[in-house]
């Protein structure tokens, strides 16, 4: 089985705080709804208030080119982009 590469890129800026990104890939890599083992931490700027995901870049495996975070999330906040490497983009 060869490794997926694309780019997961972060739209921090249409991001809502709902944790349904957490959720979904918890659930994907463990078979749980639990944030805590999600490749995803959501971090709050104190400035603008505002919340982004943030990607544990070593940890997230594009779940085999079909990212459940990018699926679960009803606000555009990630996408998902094959290219020839694996890449985060904020």
């Known amino acids: 089985m060869s490794a997926v590469t694309g780019r997961l890129v972060v739209w921090p ?3 809502r705080g709902c944790r349904s ?5 918890s659930f994907r890599k463990t ?3 639990n944030p805590a083992r ?3 931490d959501l971090e709050r700027d ?3 208030e505002k919340t982004a995901p943030m990607i544990r870049a070593l ?3 594009l779940c085999d080119g079909r990212p459940a975070c990018v699926e ?3 606000y555009g906040a990630l996408s998902f982009e094959p290219v020839p490497r694996i890449e985060i983009r904020y």
Request: aromatic share 4%; with cysteine.
């Open 13 to 15: 800026e249409r991001c």
């Open 21 to 25: 990104c957490q959720l979904a890939c």
């Open 31 to 33: 078979g749980e709804y």
């Open 38 to 40: 999600s490749c995803i």
């Open 46 to 48: 104190l400035v603008t």
């Open 59 to 61: 940890a997230c495996d």
């Open 72 to 74: 679960a999330c009803a």
